[in-house]
Structures are given as structure tokens and as C-alpha cells.
């Protein structure tokens, strides 16, 4: 394949460009066998000290434990192929997380192969992971997805255990004024770096509200129609998150808005479920 072609997948298509002295881009069917695949849904937790890694790590986790179980993933096609295998709702590092997910796909004819049935196939699957990942990754269920696409995030859950002499009448109060603003407004690193985040509450109107800010690598944004709910309890604040097209709010973000840090907090913050949806 000449240096000026690239190959990737949009749905069903196969998208080839060329560069600009090739005259553009062509578009194909993918091959049968590309085509031939199911998604495997993995549930799992991360705890203890591998809440550390990063996205990419925890993929590559997945990746090696998959290839010293048998599991024939499907790899994209190219120079470079890749597992097709994705993390639908990222954590942020540090966080613990009893509810996520992870997708990949396998080739249509590796069940069938098997000569299993669809339940057999996942707890056999489910075993043979559980027994090529560390400690602290517990998987939850196996299961093979219904649709032809990953499923999205709609809501996440996050608990925050404060320590006792932190749980006062000013952080109450403070959750009561958050809970009562319009809109609150953050400083967002655009390129996702562990950045101390200058908030507003709504009541204080900015100029340049909803424009990017004067500081290169950051942007404006108004996370309240992100939080649905902070409920704080005698040992920890639970705090649920919608997630959209247009994103959400980030857990660095809350702890700066309920004006706490991790040195605070009593335990290590845990996301405890997430809503998906089917697409």
C-alpha cells in the first residue's frame, strides 16, 4: 500500500484516504470478515493501588490478559493493528470504580466455534479472565451485547468519604448554595492535565462567560446541568452526574466546587455505578 493511503471505519464503511496528490478519498464495503463480529461487555472493579492506572494501562491490563486466556479479539486492519477494545466512561486516576465497563470484539464465529451457548461462552470467558488479571480487577459479569455498538454513559454516581471533622455546617451550607446556583463556572484544561480549577458560583456574573479564557490550554465551562444531586450524610457526600453529547463534569471539578482536596477525604473516591445506554 502506497505511503499516501490511510485506512480507517466509519459503521459498515471502510474509509481509504489519499493524500492531496491522489485526488481525494474512495469508500468500500468492509471486507466479510471484518464485518463478522460480536461485543463482548465486561463489568468489572478496580481497586486498591491499581486505581493508579491510567486509561491506557487498564486497556493494556485487558489486552494481555486477553491473549494469555485464548480470547481472539478482532484487530483493526492497517500497518498498525490494534485490539478493538475501548473503555466507554474513563475514570479519573485515583478514583476507585465499582461499575465499569469494558468492550471488545471478537470474531462472530469464535462462540459458535466453541460450540457453546451464549451462556456458557460468557462464563467461560468470565473464568478465563478472572484468572489472567491482578488482585484488585474483579470482574462483575460477561455478557455479549444485543446491539452492533458499544453502549454510552448516561449518569455516574461518585461517593466522597470526608473525614469527621470536615463534615461541618459550612460545607452543608456550601453543598445548599451550589445545589441553588444556575450555573457554576470552571477553568478547564483542554488538554486534560491535573490542573487546580478556579470556580464561580452563579450568582457572580463573568464577562466572558462561556468564551475561553485569556490562559492558553483552558476554556470556560458550565458544569451545573452536569450535577443532579449532592446528598451529604454523616460520613460521605454522593454525588450524581449526568453525562451527555456535551460531556460532564469532572471529579477534580467537584471536589474544587465543594471546596475539598484529597488529603480530606477519609478514603479513596469511588464511583459506584453508571447508567448505560443501548445504542
Request: with cysteine.
Amino acid at each position: 500500500m502506497p505511503n499516501c493511503i490511510r485506512e480507517h471505519y466509519q459503521g459498515d464503511m471502510q474509509i481509504t484516504d489519499l493524500d492531496e496528490n491522489s485526488g481525494g478519498f474512495e469508500v468500500q464495503p468492509i471486507r466479510d470478515d471484518a464485518a463478522k463480529f460480536i461485543i463482548v461487555l465486561v463489568k468489572f472493579k478496580i481497586r486498591g493501588n491499581l486505581r493508579f492506572l491510567s486509561h491506557a494501562e487498564v486497556l493494556r491490563v485487558f489486552q494481555r490478559a486477553c491473549v494469555r486466556a485464548g480470547i481472539k479479539m478482532q484487530y483493526s486492519q492497517g500497518f498498525n493493528p490494534r485490539p478493538r477494545m475501548s473503555l466507554p466512561l474513563p475514570r479519573s486516576v485515583g478514583v476507585e470504580t465499582e461499575d465499569d465497563l469494558l468492550c471488545f470484539r471478537i470474531d462472530q464465529s469464535t462462540s459458535a466455534q466453541a460450540n457453546k451457548s451464549i451462556s456458557d461462552f460468557c462464563t467461560s470467558m468470565k473464568t478465563k479472565l478472572s484468572e489472567q488479571l491482578p488482585e484488585d480487577f474483579e470482574l462483575v459479569s460477561v455478557e455479549v451485547s444485543k446491539a452492533r455498538t458499544a453502549p454510552a454513559p448516561r449518569a455516574a454516581t461518585y461517593v466522597l468519604a470526608v473525614q469527621q471533622e470536615y463534615i461541618n455546617e459550612k460545607l452543608k451550607a456550601r453543598i445548599e448554595r451550589l445545589l441553588a446556583s444556575e450555573s457554576l463556572i470552571v477553568q478547564r484544561s483542554i488538554y486534560g492535565k491535573d490542573t487546580r480549577l478556579k470556580t464561580q458560583d452563579t450568582r457572580h456574573k463573568t464577562e466572558d462567560r462561556g468564551q475561553k479564557t485569556e490562559d492558553r490550554g483552558q476554556k470556560t465551562v458550565d458544569v451545573r446541568g452536569f450535577l443532579e444531586s449532592i446528598v451529604l450524610d454523616e460520613r460521605s457526600i454522593v454525588v450524581e452526574c449526568k453525562i451527555s453529547s456535551a460531556g460532564t463534569i469532572r471529579v477534580e471539578e467537584i471536589l474544587e466546587l465543594l471546596e475539598l482536596d484529597v488529603g480530606k477525604l477519609a478514603e479513596p473516591i469511588r464511583r459506584t455505578r453508571v447508567q448505560w445506554k443501548s445504542n
